[in-house]
């Protein structure tokens, strides 16, 4: 599900909110998704596979609340990660948006 989008600096589309994925994990675990498009709405490749990465940041939970925009080529996330059984707490990750890597939190 989405749960924000901004725009970058270059008019790239960058979307974010939590799913499943069946390739990268168990069916159990949420996975962060972070999503880049190009300015004619085409998932844009040079940022992630199918412009779209998928990050676990918790041990079965990543959920990714608000994204904003640097002055740079990248973007910061807010999110919730799961850290114990039922424990929860906020995280904030920077995306190098000109690399499909680092994450960084």
Wanted: proline share 3%; hydrophobic share 35%; no cysteine.
């Amino acid at each position: 599900s989405k749960n924000d989008l901004a725009i970058a600096l270059d008019g790239k589309i960058i979307v974010t909110g939590v799913g499943r994925d069946s390739v990268a994990g168990p069916s159990h675990q949420f996975f962060g998704i972070v999503r880049r498009y190009n300015l004619d709405g085409s998932p844009d490749i040079n940022f992630a596979r199918m412009g779209k990465r998928s990050l676990l940041v918790g041990s079965d939970y990543t959920q990714f609340d608000r994204v904003t925009v640097d002055d740079g080529e990248g973007f910061l996330l807010l999110g919730t990660r799961q850290i114990g059984s039922n424990t929860f707490e906020a995280f904030v990750s920077r995306i190098n948006g000109s690399r499909k890597l680092p994450l960084q939190n």
